[in-house]
């Protein structure tokens, strides 16, 4: 009996040790996968910095070099002041503020009319506007363009904020999460004699509120981040936005361009969405796994 024993703990043992050796075998092979991509992901990062900080000089090594050979805090401050980059935020902000708070009163509003309120038709035009995600959005450049000529809207503010204050999708996302609030509560409500704005700003906008800070967060990044509409309708150097003042802000007279004071432009333009990434990553996240796939 004691010989069984002891041979049944020496193969429990084994099998013990063969399973610790997998195990560790899964999780080296997992870290050391992540940490490879994320080396791809970051060195892109790493390059944009140490580049900005590197003299043209030594920018256009044959040989590049991964440490400045003499740092250049400079170049941060030519980038600001030949791109104008405080006019450039300056729009840019007024852009993304703007359109935000007008979309989402808008986004609101759409999601607890097609949420909770009855009317005839609400499931048809639902459906319909849901289809409209499945155009891409390039297609309405031209006859956006030849609206907002028409009315005279070129090179002004109102260009670049009315024809997208309306997003579909983040109707359908904060419907969705308006779905999941108990429709008990809005009979409740009604009952006690609660109109549907104030049951809306008392009870659902507060239940929502990591839903909707997500909406904000991915609206003020689209406004930020914003490239090819701008430049058609309001490229002048009083509505210029961000991404387009980089575009041509660092060519010499001579054709050559400043590529490290262009990096430190970079730089200082991506720092925002980096601090919003960083520090509100959480509330995208919440507000997106909230809002579920209710029907």
Known sequence: MSENTTMQQKDLQRVSSSQKAGQFL???FTYAFLLFMALIVLFPFYWMIISSLKTLTEYRLNVPTFWPQKIMFSNYVEAFTTASLGRLFYNTMIVGVVSTLLSLIITVLSAFAFARLEFKGRDTMFGLLLATMMIPGELFTITNYSTVTQLGWMNTYRVLIVPFLVSVFYIYLLRQNFMQIPNELYLAAKVDGTSDLKYLWKVMVPL????????????????????????????DDAHRMITNGLRNAFTETSGDVNYPVQMAAVALVSLPLFLVFVFLRKYIMAGVSRSGIKG
Request: no cysteine; glycine share 4%; net charge positive.
């Open 208 to 235: 929502s509120l990591p839903t909707l800070i997500s909406i904000t967060i991915l609206k003020m990044m689209g406004a930020w981040n914003s490239y090819i509409w701008p430049r058609l309708v309001a490229n």
């Open 26 to 28: 899964v999780k080296f």
